[in-house]
């Protein structure tokens, strides 16, 4: 049954190749081979997630070389959560880009498996420098998806995406190399144990080391100062392209709980603390900027851009605060936000498309087919990303303000967070107004209408499942709040991790350095 | 040895940091490959410099070189080597659509001739 950890790593990178290679010149053939793969991953997904629930974690040595010495991946409740998250996602985005957007450009099936390898394989990799791999391989991948279907604007955005990129990547290698200097292992689990044994003329080297890391995944989480390059992506790229990459800045959120909080937040760890006193101040600030950009965007796709710099700021507000309860808390608004913001961008794009030339410009226009439906849907939208009851972002903004109380300074978090929640209301409820309100305080449309096109439903269906699922979240809160609780837990219990990876009965190795 | 090869993953980053602050492409391109190439020199010397020893362990050998970070070096020159590509091939497309590789996206005004 654990072999089957290693599925959502191979099978998308074969079928991707096959896809280049078989059905290069075939869409249908593409589209079908890549939903059958996401369907199918997804099924895997949900698989190991219910494997994941008995709470040990389970080890998949590569080519049976034994820990520390191979590379391992390891299946726990946040790995299976994440795969679960990601999978479903990416399924309803891609059958959404199957209607028309992947004709715009070549091998956008083949990029969209690559992209999903390497989501997979950082979810379940437990070893750092393997980390590394897995987030170039999802880079190159979004460096494709991005591209997809150029214009000038994002050539130009795209070279400042890639540069900044490979700028962390450079420094993700400066941040490994002075690890292994220090530890002599690079094995998430090893790695754990050996940070206890530093000594304190080695600590301040590792200390070094993992603070560089930190920035390397402020940079992917898109922390201020570090977020400059995300409006620009993401409020560029294709709409369904942006809409995946929706789990992109949390999978630098999910490197924080991984490596900082649960590997190197053990006792005695020359690295402990290292979190909070950072990423606090640069979440609030990322907060306040996300939340400006939203009030000033003059484009329904950068307002969702903004909108989720905003959600990193408070779910990074929590994520820095090293308990379970505050864990579980940050995991319900890192599903929630996901969600949420891939949902706004697809309705951004329905509404763009049907609005001809004003895409979706935030200014007023003659009316367009299926406003209500469409209103209908950008209120679910604006319900989840603003956090308004009764949908998940409302009950995730409750749950991080409870985890929050206490902390330092609490009452200045609690604040920012509701003050920008009402400024996000505002923005979103002003958009609203523009693109659904004003159309039919306008004069009645020309004489003679155009006679309505057809128009896919295969979209609608896959937004409008994507906005349901925010309900579904607050539907079965309670239920999914133990099971996040129980991820949480099971993240601080690093003996159990060490255990089931390095074997139960793992005197650790002295520290020769 | 130890001060030469600090000196010079201090200096290649040095030149990197600068070039990449750069506003047009080219030294932006040239300022990322002299980084890759100080990270290379910086991984290979984390596992200790040894000189002469293999880097397996021989009973006839004095001693062993780690080559674990051989490998780790090997795996980033293939990577940095395939996004140097892509990023100048990028570089040139945007130049050749935008009509500047200016970081703005145009020519700065007191350069236009």
Known sequence: MTDWIIVPVVLPAAMAASIVLVARFDLALQRTLSLATTVFLLGVAVGLFLLARDGVPRPYLLGAWPAPFGIVLVLDRLSALMLVLTQLLALLVLL??????????RHFHALFQFQLMGLNGAFLTGDVFNLFVFFEVLLIASYGLFLHGAGVRRLVGGFKYVTINLLASTLFLFAVGTI???????????????????????????????????????VKAALAPLHLWLPGTYGVAAPPVAALFAVMTKVGAYAILRVHLAVFGG?????????????????????????????????????????????????????????SAATA?????????????????LVGELVAERRGAMRDELVPAPPFPQLELLAAGFLLAALATAGLPPLSGFLGKIWILDALRGRSAWPWLWAAVLVTSLLTVLALA?????????????????????????????????TATLLALPVLLAGFAGPLAQELEATARQLYARQSYVEAVLGPSSP?????? | MEALVASGVGVLTAVGVYLCLRGRTFPVVLGLSFLSYAVNVFLFATGRLVVGRPPIIDPAAPGYTDPLPQALVLTAIVISFGMTALVVVLALRGFLEAGSDHVDGREPRDERR
């Open chain 1, 96 to 105: 959404y880009a199957a209607a028309g957007w992947d004709r715009q450009g």
């Open chain 1, 508 to 513: 650790p190795a002295p520290l020769e350095r």
């Open chain 1, 430 to 462: 002003r958009a609203g107004s523009l693109l659904f309100w004003k159309p039919a305080a306008l004069a009645a449309p020309a004489a003679d209408p155009p006679p309505p096109r057809p128009r896919p439903l295969v979209p609608l269906v896959a």
């Open chain 1, 267 to 323: 006792a005695g760890s020359p690295a402990i603390g290292l979190v909070e006193p950072w990423v606090v101040p640069a979440a609030l600030a990322t907060l306040v900027l996300g939340t400006l950009g939203v009030l000033g965007a003059r484009s329904l796709q950068r307002l969702a851009a903004y909108s989720v710099l905003a959600s990193m700021g408070t779910l990074a507000l929590v994520l820095a605060v090293p308990t």
């Open chain 1, 329 to 345: 808390a940050a995991l319900y608004y890192l599903v929630h936000s996901t969600l949420a913001a891939a949902g706004l961008f």
């Open chain 1, 180 to 218: 292994y200097a220090v530890t002599g292992t690079l094995n998430m689990a090893d790695l754990a144990l050996k940070a206890a044994q530093v000594g304190p003329e080695q600590a301040g080297l590792l200390r070094t080391g993992v603070a560089l890391l930190l920035v390397v995944f402020a």
